[in-house]
Nanobody
Framework: QVQLVESGGGLVQAGGSLRLSCAASGRTFSSDNMGWFRQAPGKEREFVAVISWTDGRTYYADSVKGRFTVSRDNAKNTVYLQMNSLKPEDTAVYYC????????????????WGQGTQVTVSS
């Protein structure tokens, strides 16, 4: 059974940084595009970032471009999200997932999701 475990969230002041991790188990994701989504209270889950398995290409939502960096370690079956210059509007539960096409990643249907990790940014 595939399991995705997100970690690294917490409470941080505006302008601060956090690094999220997502460890996958159950199968290898080294041949999958991997990425992050987030869901704020009362809002739908939205795409944040994706990294290609083929060449490391990345793609970001406009709201995080220039502040967030997605990376991966295939040997550890883990994907990361470095978040800098955090804003209160970044407050959300952050989820990772894998598979799906690179360009279609933001709207792909992933089926199951992990528990996510809470990020809270205070003003």
């Amino acid at each position: 059974q595939v399991q995705l475990v997100e970690s690294g969230g917490g409470l941080v002041q505006a302008g601060g940084s956090l690094r999220l991790s997502c460890a996958a188990s159950g199968r290898t994701f080294s041949s999958d595009n991997m990425g992050w989504f987030r869901q704020a209270p009362g809002k739908e889950r939205e795409f944040v970032a994706v990294i290609s398995w083929t060449d490391g290409r990345t793609y970001y939502a406009d709201s995080v471009k220039g502040r967030f960096t997605v990376s991966r370690d295939n040997a550890k079956n883990t994907v990361y999200l470095q978040m800098n210059s955090l804003k209160p509007e970044d407050t959300a539960v952050y989820y990772c997932n894998g598979g799906g096409p690179f360009l279609g990643f933001p709207t792909a249907d992933f089926g199951s999701w992990g528990q996510g990790t809470q990020v809270t940014v205070s003003s």
